[in-house]
């Protein structure tokens, strides 16, 4: 498809578990962002990555959360641990460039820690 | 880094009438102002955007105002109808996008 392509749509998982979630971003796109939304609230900003630079990971909010970007493509955000407060939707989107261009978001994960 | 406040964080406009949301910045680098609408278990659309060197922009029913001095920026959407009940956040870019807390606006019938 044409647009970002998120995976899986849905994930619950427990306690304690390990997940993974994968953006595939809009093709030849270099900018790539990811962002959390919790229920009936705002976008938190986690990382961001721009072509071959060093990624803004500002917005992790632990060292349980990770995410990496190969061949400047797709993207995979892993939480390690999860704890119930990690349960939101997590979005990705993409752009090209990273200066004033447009951001395009896929449709998220919605994660579920029991 | 950037912060980017937004009001009101919920309105409700009669159908037909307009509805205004506003946004302020605190980067001067900031240089690219989006606006997306989300609508209840979608990711966030992007509706209109604006870049600093323009201080207005139109598409239909929709406009964006930009005031680079004093570093705010305005979405009217005039005309309402039902289906723009939605969230809608504001954006900054300076690089990364920095994204206000969002508005819920609802068009009464």
């Known amino acids: 498809g044409a647009g970002v392509s998120q995976s899986p749509s849905n994930k619950v998982t427990e306690k304690g578990k390990d997940v993974e979630l994968r953006c595939d971003p809009i093709?030849?796109?270099?900018?790539l962002y990811w962002y959390r939304q919790s229920l009936g609230q705002g976008l938190e900003f986690l990382i961001y990555f721009q072509g071959n630079s060093a990624p803004d990971k500002s917005g992790l909010p632990s060292d349980r959360f990770s995410a990496e970007r190969t061949g400047g493509s797709v993207s995979t955000l892993t939480i390690q641990r999860t704890q119930q407060e990690d349960s939101a939707v997590y979005l990705c989107a993409s752009s090209f460039g990273h200066m004033n261009t447009e951001a395009f978001f896929g449709q998220g994960t919605r994660l579920t820690v029991v | 880094g950037e912060n980017v406040e937004q009001h009101p964080s919920t309105l409700s406009v009669q159908e037909g009438d307009s509805a205004v949301i506003k946004c302020t910045y605190s980067?001067?680098?900031?240089?690219?102002f989006p606006w997306y609408k989300q609508e209840l278990g979608k990711g966030p659309q992007l509706i209109i955007d604006i870049r600093s060197n323009v201080g207005e922009k139109k598409d239909q029913r929709i406009a964006v105002t930009l005031n680079k001095t004093a570093k705010h920026f305005s979405l009217h959407i005039t005309e309402t109808q039902p289906e723009d009940s939605a969230v809608y956040f504001c954006a900054a870019k300076t690089g990364k996008l920095t994204f206000g807390t969002g508005t819920r606006l609802t068009i009464i019938p």
């Open positions: 980067d001067s680098a900031s240089n690219y």
């Open positions: 093709s030849g796109h270099t900018a």
